[in-house]
């Protein structure tokens, strides 16, 4: 090449707009970690994308969300985290994880986490104190297991006090001992016979009922799992086919035609959530975000159910609830 031609080259490559060398911007990517499914949770998505976009972080224009499903298959979870980690997201929201939290924590504890829970995070060992949760991880949580006792009372005030309550829980879920523990003492406080029904999953949804009958328990109360959620409308069907009259934790069950619901907003725990995760983006440390507690708790009753089963409302409870199905 001759040496007025190469200048020419060197000036035209000099000449070449400064964008073309100029590195993109890092898109942050959000790691979504949930036990349920994607149609059981699709209202509570939406509320964490709106406190995303509130918090200026829009899906597909300056972040990228990662969802991963456990479907209901809970033991899929701890994989299902270390494989965020392997992808290395910026934060990861872990929901309805509480049969696996102790080893999604273990599995993510290289990145910043919050994580949504039904129980005590500190009992739990997720934080150190609901103040400084401490490590890199803090919680939202609906303390979910501590009001077991005032659905019990809810339950009996609807049904004239039942001879035999029956609970149905999934002994793995983490919050199971806690909850057992809470609804034992409030039965034994007012001199209720309660009946303890397992299930683990949904396969064991049949058997429970079958012994319910059996053994002639007159209401039940569901606790919190995420198979129960995910589930709920084969579980408030189950309630409806033998007349059960039923409360439980979360709203959604009483939408989906259960007698009655007790507890705080779910779609409120995804919409903080959504919040904490954007400080975490914009440079805050999980140590500086307190662990969330609910401040408000609502009674759900579905008339309609009410009436098919035969049962009057009274008008304690109609005045006590937030909301009344028809």
Same mark, same amino acid.
């Given at each position: 090449?001759?040496?007025?031609e190469?200048?020419g080259?060197?000036?035209?490559a000099?000449?070449?707009?400064?964008?073309?060398h100029a590195q993109?911007?890092?898109?942050?990517?959000?790691?979504?970690?949930?036990g349920?499914?994607p149609?059981?949770?699709?209202?509570?998505v939406?509320?964490?994308?709106?406190?995303?976009?509130?918090?200026?972080?829009?899906?597909?224009r300056n972040?990228?969300?990662?969802?991963?499903?456990?479907?209901?298959?809970l033991?899929?979870l701890?994989?299902?985290?270390?494989?965020?980690?392997r992808?290395?997201?910026?934060?990861?929201?872990a929901?309805?994880?509480?049969? @696996?939290?102790?080893?999604v924590?273990?599995?993510?504890?290289?990145?910043?986490?919050?994580?949504?829970?039904g129980?005590?995070?500190?009992?739990?060992?997720?934080?150190t104190?609901?103040?400084?949760?401490?490590?890199?991880?803090?919680?939202?949580?609906?303390?979910?297991?501590?009001?077991?006792?005032?659905?019990?009372?809810?339950?009996?005030?609807?049904?004239? @006090?039942?001879t035999?309550?029956?609970?149905?829980?999934?002994p793995d879920? @983490?919050?199971a001992?806690?909850a057992?523990?809470?609804?034992?003492?409030?039965?034994r406080?007012i001199? @209720?016979?309660?009946?303890?029904?397992?299930a683990?999953?949904e396969?064991?949804?049949?058997?429970?009922?079958?012994?319910?009958?059996?053994?002639?328990a007159?209401?039940?109360?569901?606790?919190?799992?995420?198979i129960f959620?995910?589930?709920?409308?084969r579980?408030?069907g189950?309630?409806?086919?033998?007349?059960?009259?039923a409360?439980?934790?979360?709203?959604?069950?009483?939408?989906?035609g259960?007698?009655?619901?007790?507890?705080?907003s779910?779609?409120d725990?995804?919409r903080?959530?959504g919040l904490y995760?954007?400080?975490?983006l914009?440079?805050?440390?999980?140590?500086?975000?307190?662990?969330?507690?609910?401040?408000?708790?609502?009674?759900?009753?579905?008339?309609?159910?009410?009436k098919?089963?035969?049962?009057?409302?009274?008008?304690?409870?109609?005045?006590?609830s937030?909301?009344?199905?028809?």
């Open positions: 090449m001759r040496r007025r190469f200048l080259f060197v000036g035209g000099a000449a070449w707009p400064v964008t073309a993109q911007p890092v898109i942050p990517v959000v790691g979504f970690l949930n349920r499914s149609a059981s949770d699709a209202h509570l939406t509320a964490f994308r709106q406190a995303l976009n509130e918090s200026g972080y829009v899906e597909g972040v990228t969300i990662e969802f991963l499903w456990a479907e209901g298959q033991d899929r701890p994989a299902l985290a270390a494989d965020l980690v992808r290395k997201v910026s934060v990861i929201f929901g309805a994880i509480d049969t @696996q939290i102790r080893p924590k273990a599995a993510v504890a290289t990145i910043p986490t919050v994580m949504g829970t129980g005590d995070p500190v009992e739990l060992g997720l934080v104190s609901f103040h400084r949760p401490g490590g890199n991880a803090t919680a939202i949580t609906v303390i979910s297991a501590a009001l077991w006792p005032k659905r019990l009372e809810l339950l009996r005030e609807m049904t004239s @006090q039942s035999v309550i029956a609970v149905l829980i999934n879920n @983490q919050n001992e806690s057992l523990r809470d609804i034992r003492a409030a039965a406080a001199g @209720q016979k309660i009946l303890i029904l397992n683990s999953t396969r064991d949804f049949d058997t429970a009922f079958a012994t319910f009958v059996n053994k002639r007159n209401a039940l109360v569901v606790t919190d799992d995420a959620i995910n589930q709920r409308e579980l408030v189950l309630a409806a086919r033998h007349s059960v009259p409360i439980y934790g979360r709203r959604e069950f009483a939408a989906a259960g007698l009655m619901s007790y507890g705080a779910t779609i725990q995804y903080q959530a995760v954007a400080r975490i914009n440079g805050a440390k999980p140590d500086d975000l307190p662990v969330l507690q609910p401040t408000k708790f609502d009674l759900v009753i579905n008339l309609k159910t009410a098919a089963l035969g049962l009057t409302v009274p008008d304690k409870l109609i005045a006590l937030a909301e009344v199905i028809e």
